[in-house]
């Protein structure tokens, strides 16, 4: 059974960067890509973006210019990285693997999910 | 961005009800749809991709239908469990969006 890990920090003041990182258990890494979601409070789901074994990343054009997405395949995990947060960035942070053996699908298997709060 | 608009925003029923969710996207996503059920503090859940296939594991009672820009995710007989929020996603053009979601109460 496919499992996801995820940890990092959950408080973080305006300007830091965001980090959190992902581990993948149980299942194949290599053959699928891998995703970030995030969720504000009491809000709907925003897909950040996606990367694969290869390293190969698409972005949301919304937030492309403050994130980067990378793998370690030899751990099987992937990272998020979001700089220069702002109150805006307080969400849930999901990491989850997408179904179909290509970029674009359903998130089949989902992370816990991380708190990450932006405050002052 | 392909925007998803689901209806309604909150749907109030009763255990055994039969209830119809409606997904609507700005163009056409083909039959690339996802329906997910969330329960507070929980991860979304996958029930059904390619807009009808069912994920396994997910009971019977759930069912999905349409193509193009709109699609419908019907649960026939409601169950305790079912009181959630549900929410469409279109997986046809990156960046790939979420409907707002559909709170489901009793």
């Known amino acids: 059974q496919v499992q996801l890990q995820q940890w990092g920090a959950g408080l973080l003041k305006p300007s830091e960067t965001l980090s959190l990182t992902c581990a993948v258990y149980g299942g194949p890494f290599r053959g699928y890509f891998w995703s970030w979601i995030r969720q504000p409070p009491g809000k709907g789901l925003d897909w950040i973006g996606e990367?694969?074994?290869?390293?190969?990343?698409n972005y949301n054009p919304s937030l492309k210019s403050r994130v980067t997405i990378s793998v370690d395949t030899s751990k099987n995990q992937f990272s998020l990285k979001l700089n220069s947060v702002t109150a805006a960035d307080t969400a849930v942070y999901y990491c989850?693997?997408?179904?179909?053996?290509?970029?674009?699908?359903?998130?089949?298997?989902w992370g816990q999910g991380t708190l990450v709060t932006v405050s002052s | 961005d392909i925007q998803m608009t689901q209806f309604p925003s909150t749907l109030s029923a009763s255990v055994g009800d039969r209830v119809t969710i409606t997904c609507r996207a700005s163009q056409s996503v083909s039959s690339w749809l996802a329906w997910y059920q969330q329960r507070p503090g929980k991860a979304p859940n996958l029930l059904i991709s390619l807009a009808s296939t069912l994920q396994s594991g997910v009971p019977s009672r759930f069912s999905g239908s349409g193509s193009g820009t709109e699609f419908t995710l019907t649960i026939s007989s409601l169950q305790p469990d079912d009181f959630a929020t549900y929410y469409c996603?279109?997986?046809?053009?990156?960046?790939?969006?979420f409907g707002q979601g559909t709170k489901l109460e009793i």
């Open positions: 989850a693997r997408v179904g179909s053996r290509g970029a674009a699908g359903e998130f089949d298997y």
């Open positions: 990367i694969n074994h290869s390293g190969i990343t």
């Open positions: 996603q279109q997986y046809d053009t990156a960046p790939y969006t």
